[in-house]
């Protein structure tokens, strides 16, 4: 489900391929396929995982900092041959998604997200929750995050943030 | 503080530092002892950066050891460090994580003290039409909050529970203050952000971690395949007099098949970046180091790693569990290019830093072998059982030297 924020006329079609780009985008993260990833960025893409307080304060720094599409596929090739950690697995819920405004370099959209987190033998407990800030343009007939923002509640991260959120 | 056992609690085993008991990372009597003598003794701990709080009144929350703090620069401009605690009640008088105050007010009573800690007034003080009040004996010159010894270099606020009878500069020692100078070098800093993590091991993994050269090798695909750390480049892992502060050094290497990386797992020849924007390092400090990672006793990790710069703060919340503080910062004269460059690679350090990602990892795994294994010890032995300065990184020196320190302190 898509909502609108008052005034922003948006017609069903629109919304429903905005729906299945925020599903797919969740289906991606659930289902660990994360070469499936970076395809729903543009090849420009900038996509961030920053704390609240950096956010609000006017901080820069990221946890995750990339600035093109191929960034992401770097992550994604550095989690699979490269870093060492201990094996979970992660449930990324988006819920209240909004589109705020159509704008003339895309269209401005929020949602809230939950990850839930599953370390092995252990019960599942709530990793990061926030809000996503997204630009989604259409590129080539399809649609796909230009800008990700994902602005997480806590200052505290729990251990390690292994998997994109 | 709880009260402390007379007696050591525990008997290290006979190999000297060459062997670490693993009830040093379990045992709550000896946590509670390492806030007493390592947290709460004379030792300089690391606050904050100035450029943090730049302005008088302007204030930062944050944790010294266990204990909740408030930095706060005073009308004269200088920093008070003082323990987030009512006299009155033990309320904390202040529930912002920053900001700017003229004074603090505690939310319970009113309570009321200015930025130096001092009580100014008590609501109700002298009673109502005669009735209650404070008694007259009562002096508000003794009911301040509690404020710290602070001390300050190069932008860098310390402070310390007891009554230190060395400076800063004594208790750093010349070589480690050479290193500290290296990257704090009177420049005005600029804040680029915050990282938090919470890790459920002991504290004392992570500083053995960074004291550690011989692991950076073998774990971290990243700093081996790219060469930003690796055994086989001219390095160094250098102490104080008494051991309990570090430095690895190290300088960059090529990404080369050779006697040492044949050896190593992690690396990859083959492995490259798609976008090499990631990792486009420039020297940017005088002399041959591309790394410098210092490890400061009790509380502090100064990262120097390419150029990514950044404070690390150990809080230590119980035996199982600390939590690690990132600081990233530059320069306020650092170019828009060179700034971009440290954002980017802020990527490898972090929770979710391609390099110390592994390490967050490796400290859950091995505190997860720890436990419920009190009566083994961790072996400490590469490069012999001295503590001595090395030249190469097929040592634990460093993590020697600590315990030779931490054993003193610590009377064990």
């Not at chain 2, 050891?65 to 309320?91: F, P, Y």
């Not at chain 2, 301040?144 to 606020?157: E, I, K, P, S």
């Not at chain 2, 309990?244 to 960059?252: G, I, P, Q, T, Y």
Request: proline fraction near 6%.
């Amino acid at each position: 489900m898509i909502a609108a924020a008052p005034g922003v006329a948006v017609g069903p079609e629109l919304r429903a391929r905005l729906a299945d780009l925020y599903c797919a985008y969740d289906d991606a993260l659930n289902d660990g396929a994360l070469e499936r990833w970076p395809a729903l960025f543009t090849e420009a893409c900038v996509y961030k995982v920053i704390p609240r307080e950096n956010f609000e304060q006017g901080y820069p720094v990221a946890l995750i900092y990339c600035e093109s599409r191929t960034m992401l596929m770097d992550r994604v090739v550095a989690l699979r041959e490269t870093a060492l950690f201990a094996p979970r697995i992660a449930r990324r819920i988006s819920s209240g998604v909004c589109l705020r405004a159509i704008e003339p370099d895309g269209l401005r959209l929020t949602a809230s997200f939950a990850v839930f987190q599953t370390m092995q033998d252990q019960p599942s407990e709530l990793f990061l929750c926030g809000r996503c800030q997204d630009r989604v343009v259409e590129d080539g007939g399809t649609l796909r995050f230009a800008e990700r923002l994902c602005i997480y509640d806590s200052t505290i991260v729990p251990t390690s943030l292994v998997y994109p959120i | 503080m709880s009260a402390q056992p007379a007696a050591s609690p525990r008997e290290w085993p006979d190999d000297g530092p060459s062997r670490v008991p693993n009830w040093v990372y379990t045992d709550p009597q000896i946590f509670a002892r390492e806030l007493d003598r390592v947290f709460g003794a004379n030792d300089w701990l690391y606050v904050c950066l100035e450029a943090e709080i730049p302005k008088p009144g302007d204030f930062k929350r944050g944790q010294l050891g266990n204990r909740e703090v408030i930095a706060v620069r005073g009308t004269d401009g200088a920093v008070n460090v003082l323990v987030n605690r009512c006299a009155h009640r033990s309320m904390q008088v202040c529930t912002a994580s920053r900001g700017s105050a003229k004074e603090f007010v505690c939310p319970y009573h009113q309570w009321t003290y200015d930025l130096a800690g001092n009580l100014l007034g008590v609501p109700f003080r002298r009673g109502y039409r005669g009735q209650g009040g404070m008694p007259d004996y009562f002096r508000p010159e003794e009911h301040g909050l509690q404020r710290l010894a602070v001390t300050h270099r190069h932008g860098v606020v310390f402070a310390s529970f007891g009554a230190p009878n060395e400076s800063l500069e004594t208790y750093l020692g010349e070589r480690m203050l050479g290193y500290f100078d290296r990257v704090f070098d009177g420049r005005e800093l600029e804040v680029l952000g915050y990282m938090r993590q919470r890790i459920p091991s002991n504290w004392k993994l992570m500083f053995e971690n960074i004291k550690d050269p011989y692991h950076a090798s073998l774990l971290h695909v990243f700093l081996v395949t790219f060469g930003l750390f690796r055994l086989d480049q001219q390095s160094a892992v250098e102490m104080d007099d008494t051991g309990r502060h570090a430095v690895l050094v190290s300088r960059r290497g090529a990404q080369e098949t050779n006697e040492a990386t044949a050896q190593m797992r992690a690396f990859k020849r083959d492995f490259a970046l798609r976008d090499p924007r990631l990792l486009d390092p420039v020297r940017e400090f005088p002399g041959d180091a591309t790394v410098v990672m210092q490890t400061l006793w009790p509380n502090l990790i100064v990262q120097q790693q390419s150029n990514t710069l950044a404070m690390r703060q150990i809080v230590p919340r119980d035996a199982r569990s600390f939590d690690l503080a990132w600081t990233f910062f530059g320069y306020v004269d650092d170019t828009p290019e060179m700034r971009q460059r440290r954002l980017r690679q802020a990527n490898l350090m972090g929770p979710a830093g391609l390099v110390s990602l592994d390490d967050s990892e490796a400290m859950l795994l091995s505190q997860a072998g720890i436990d419920n294994n009190d009566d083994e010890a961790c072996v400490v032995e590469m490069g012999g059982r001295a503590v001595v300065n090395e030249r190469h990184m097929v040592t634990e020196t460093a993590i020697r030297g600590f315990y030779q320190h931490y054993r003193s302190v610590m009377e064990l």
